[in-house]
Structures are given as structure tokens and as C-alpha cells.
Nanobody, 117 residues
């Protein structure tokens, strides 16, 4: 059974920081591209950042320079370090695992991030 378990969400003031973690089980973690998505109320889910199995990273323009994605293949965990947080970063953040060769995709249950102004 594949599981993606996110943690680290919460309520912080604007300008603060949070670190999200997503620990994965049930798949060969190192073979998957890992990403963070978010969905704010009334909006579509959007890609925040991804970290491919080959080591390439990319960020949404809205978070570039403030967020950093990293992964620890030995611990099957992907992280999202978020700094200089803004109220518009408020959303449910989801971890995603995507098999580039198989096309298989898995999602975590989401963790709420709320930024107060």
C-alpha cells in the first residue's frame, strides 16, 4: 500500500517560515519525481515545486526565491522549506509522487498552511 504522509503545516504570521515534510512508503522513492502542490479555497490545485529523480528542481514563479524543495532518498522523504510567507500562501499543501516512466501518480492527504497578516 502506497502512503504519502505530510506534516509540518500550521498557522504562522506573514514573514514567518514553515517546513513541510512528506514521508513516503510503498514505492521505490528514488525512482519517482516528487512535487508539492497547493490548493487555496475556491481555486484550482497548482504546482508549487518539484524535484525530479535525476535532481532537477523547478518552482512556481510565485514562490521562487522563498521556497526550497529538497529530498532525502535514504529516508524516502521530501521537504518544502517555506520562508517569507505571505497570506496568499494560505492553502492546503499536497505531496505528490509521479513515476516518470510508469505514469503512476500518488497523493498525500494534505496539510493546512495558514498565514495571518
Amino acid at each position: 500500500q502506497v502512503q504519502l504522509v505530510e506534516s509540518g503545516g500550521g498557522l504562522v504570521q506573514a514573514g514567518g517560515s514553515l517546513r513541510l515534510s512528506c514521508t513516503v512508503s510503498g514505492i521505490f522513492f528514488s525512482r519517482f519525481d516528487m512535487g508539492w502542490f497547493r490548493q487555496a479555497p475556491g481555486k484550482q490545485r497548482e504546482l508549487v515545486a518539484f524535484f525530479t529523480k535525476s535532481g532537477r528542481t523547478n518552482y512556481a514563479e510565485s514562490v521562487s526565491g522563498r521556497f526550497t524543495i529538497s529530498r532525502d532518498n535514504a529516508k524516502s522523504t521530501v521537504f518544502l522549506q517555506m520562508s517569507s510567507l505571505k497570506p496568499e500562501d494560505t492553502a492546503v499543501y499536497y505531496c505528490n509522487a509521479h513515476g516518470a516512466t510508469t505514469g503512476r501518480e500518488y497523493w498525500g492527504q494534505g496539510t493546512q498552511v495558514t498565514i495571518s497578516s
